[in-house]
Nanobody, 120 residues
């Protein structure tokens, strides 16, 4: 069984920074991609950023130049450095991973979500 555990959310003022972490654990064979989605109240879940096993990255236009995704393959962990935060970044942020488990087909996994609130 594979689990994703997130940390690092909270309340920050506009213009501030936060760093999110997500660690994958369990019966992991290969991690093909990890990333972050977010869902604002009343909105749909949307892609924020993803990083592949080959270290290629993709960002939503709304966060380009402000957010940076990175990973530590040895720790099966992905990080999201969020800078110049805006009130519209307020949302629940969900970690996402595409993982082939040991004896388990390739599938998507989700974290429990962490709240990020940008407000003065």
């Amino acid at each position: 069984q594979v689990q994703l555990v997130e940390s690092g959310g909270g309340l920050v003022q506009p213009g501030g920074s936060l760093r999110l972490s997500c660690a994958a654990s369990g019966s992991i064979f290969t991690i093909y991609a990890m990333g972050w989605y977010r869902q604002a109240t009343g909105g749909q879940r949307e892609l924020v950023t993803v990083i592949t096993r080959a270290n290629t990255t993709n960002y939503a236009d709304s966060v380009k130049g402000r957010f940076i995704i990175s990973n530590d393959n040895a720790k099966n962990t992905v990080y999201l450095q969020m800078n110049s935060l805006k009130p519209e970044d307020t949302a629940v942020y969900y970690c996402y991973a595409q993982i082939k488990g040991i004896g388990v087909p390739l599938r998507n996994y989700w974290g429990q979500g962490t709240q990020v609130t940008v407000s003065s």
